[in-house]
């Protein structure tokens, strides 16, 4: 009986036979599976049916995306780029000094990278709003992690050199995954967790400002919430007021700009000059009273020209090779899951669509570039382009006018930054990292998803209270921890009849749904693979024994047959085809029928081919639930009740 040979009378829907796909050459199979996997937004779809020039051209505009856009480039679109290139030169400036100090690197390597990365980017990069500079969390990671090694006042040579190679090491990683089409490995970085690490290291970086503003020469080489502050008080003979009365000024002002350019948005270069006016101010200020006699520490001597060149100070040999990459890697990873993140943001502004594979190519090209030209890493920030984008830029070429300004001040203007206080530079840093402390993020994850929520705080509590690293590998390991479970542990759902009419849902979402006598219709939400196969097996027997339970304590009729939805069931391995054996085997012991509706196309193709069709039967595969409880309910209405039911039943008490 079932669909296979059985004529239903004309008050029963007539079912469809499920279709099993004609077999596939194996190597047409693969390209198709490697297709889905690294090409899924297909980028050589503009290549098709092209003339050789036109696919040569083509070629060039995906490697050199302002091959594309030079051509339609106007005035009008220049004149909004020198307006943002200009704004947002005045941010690079200070946060590049700022930024370089933090990673315990010379002040002059902040200009150096607000440089010839950008130049770089603009000619490689596919989004017209990304800012290209350094970034307070990567640099705090590169301080971190060669810190542990080696000890910039000892050997700042020997540390300088570990910066450039860690970051030509990020380059090449961000590059060889731009190039084989791996970007999809950020992914592993959830929204939660980037939320919790960025606020935790945003309060790492804070806490360590407190050196800066406190004035202090000495300072703990760790980044954990108890060394810092065990470090701040026990030097309370040494805190300078002077240096903390500039610090909280000049703090207070660029807070309340901050402020004043959100709540008015036309005024957000209120903001952006902000960091440029407090330390043209706090410059003048100390060399107008000399406070630099009085305990107020400052930049000295910055050096003037441009970039020197830096291949030859890549560190390639032991013992240091091993530091270099396992710096390059991390850091790059965090520098480009934050750079991709943002030119998708603002790309989604604006209605352009950007290439992640692209943007790692354009990412780990400037970093390779900027290792060899006395830069270390760079990306995208979310400040310096969110100025860029309320600037009203229309292209990279912003990136191009910024690293102008940024070449003339190297040339000319250098001297001037001689008098700046450090006090400034943390207070710019800390105004900068208020920004990334997003609370709002982390309710929204509590009201939303507790484990993400965990997540969250996981991160956060690693970075504050252990290390940066440390708390980026608890968030990571938690992630994966919980793609593991959706995968070991899949949800299987009962599902009931809406009344009135076909349609079958999970009975706990819509309670009106109808158990249909007779029939137990699970669904199983996810693939079956070898993780969840035994926790598939067990969950759905342990149905049963409910079901049964149920059927006994409401006094209905006996169960007869299951239904597996396989609808949701996208793939099946062959532990997954010997757990249906043995569910098979389980369902006929005890005197039912196994019943599978709608498998899909890999799913029954498998099927097949292992012969699990043949041991079940045609007849018991159904397009659809509703197909396949039509079918029981008619075997129910007209056969006689199951005769191995009594003897399942005697089998199963001893």
């Known amino acids: ?22 077999p596939q050459p194996f190597l047409k199979t693969l390209k198709y599976s490697l297709k889905e996997t690294f090409f899924p937004d297909d980028p050589l779809r503009q290549f098709k049916n092209q003339p050789p020039s036109r696919k040569f051209k083509l ?135 980037i939320v919790g690490f960025m606020a935790g290291a945003a309060t790492v970086v804070c806490l360590q400002q407190l050196k800066g503003i406190l004035g202090l020469d000495h300072f703990t080489h760790g980044t954990d919430l108890v060394s810092v502050m065990r470090s701040v008080f026990s030097q309370t003979h040494q805190w300078r ?62 050096k003037k020209g441009l970039n020197p060149p830096s291949f030859g100070d890549l560190v390639f040999v032991s013992p240091y090779l091993t530091l270099a990459i396992k710096t390059g890697i991390i850091t790059g990873v965090i520098a480009m899951a934050e750079g991709i993140a943002v030119g998708r943001s603002f790309s989604m502004f604006k209605g352009y669509h950007i290439d992640g594979n692209k943007e790692l190519i354009a990412f780990g090209m400037m970093n390779i570039v900027g290792s060899c030209t006395s830069c270390y890493l760079t990306t995208g920030p979310f400040s310096r382009s969110a100025v860029n984008y309320n600037a009203g830029c229309k292209t990279a070429v912003s990136n191009i006018v910024m690293a102008i300004t940024v070449m003339f001040t190297l040339l000319f203007l250098t001297p ?16 900068a990292m208020l920004g990334l402390i997003d609370y709002e993020a982390a309710i929204h994850l509590w009201k939303v998803d507790k484990f993400d929520f965990l997540v969250c705080m996981s991160a956060y509590i690693g970075v504050v209270f252990r290390s940066v690293q440390m708390g980026l590998v608890l968030a990571i390991a938690i992630s994966l921890l919980r793609v593991l479970l959706f ?79 396989m609808s949701a069931v996208g793939n099946i391995d062959t532990s997954g085809i010997s757990m249906l054996e043995e569910v098979k085997k389980i369902i006929d012991r005890r005197g039912f029928k196994l019943v599978l509706a709608n498998p899909g196309g890999e799913v029954i193709k498998k099927l097949n081919k292992s012969k699990f069709i043949e041991i079940l039967g045609q007849e018991w595969i159904y397009l659809t639930v509703g197909e396949a409880v039509g079918a029981c309910n008619y075997m129910l209405q007209t056969s006689k009740p199951n005769p191995m039911k009594g003897e399942a039943e005697t089998w199963n008490a001893v």
């Open 1 to 22: 009986m079932g669909n296979s040979d059985y004529v239903h009378p004309s008050n029963v829907e007539c079912s469809h036979r499920v279709a099993i796909p004609p």
């Open 59 to 193: 070629g060039l505009q995906y490697f050199l995306p302002f091959l594309e856009w030079v051509p339609r480039y106007t005035l009008d679109f220049l004149k909004s780029d020198l307006i943002a290139g200009i704004t947002i030169a005045s941010l690079a400036i200070p946060q590049g000094i700022s930024y370089a100090k933090l990673a315990n690197l010379p002040p002059i390597l902040g200009l150096y990278s607000s440089f010839v990365p950008p130049l770089v980017y603009a000619l490689m990069g596919s989004s017209r709003d990304l800012a290209v500079g350094t970034v307070a969390v990567a640099s705090l990671l590169t301080a971190a992690m060669l810190g542990d090694e080696v000890n910039v006042k000892e050997n700042p040579k020997l540390y300088l050199h570990l910066a450039f190679t860690a970051t030509f090491f990020a380059g090449v990683f961000q590059a060889c995954l731009g190039v084989f089409r791996l970007g999809f490995i950020v992914d592993f970085l959830s929204h939660a967790t």
């Open 241 to 302: 007021w002077e240096s903390g009365v500039l610090g909280c000024c000049f703090l207070f002002f660029l807070i309340s700009t901050r402020y004043f350019s959100k709540r008015r948005p036309k005024f957000f270069w209120i903001s952006a000059i902000a960091p440029l006016t407090s330390v043209i101010l706090g410059s003048l200020l100390v060399y107008l009273t000399h406070a630099e006699k009085h305990g107020v520490q400052v930049i000295g001597e910055l």
């Open 416 to 431: 001037l930054f001689h008098y700046t206080p450090l006090v400034v530079l943390s207070a710019i840093i800390i105004s």
């Open 487 to 565: 995968i070991a542990r899949p949800r299987t759902l009962v599902l009931g009849n809406i009344p009135n009419s076909k349609i079958f849902r999970n009975v706990e979402q819509y309670p009106n749904a109808n158990n249909v006598p007779g029939i137990l219709i699970l669904k199983i939400d996810a693939p079956i693979y070898f993780a969840n196969s035994s926790y598939l097996r067990e969950r759905i027997a342990r149905w049963i024994d409910e079901e049964e339970d149920r059927i006994k304590s409401s006094a209905e009729n006996s169960l007869q047959y299951v239904i597996l939805d």
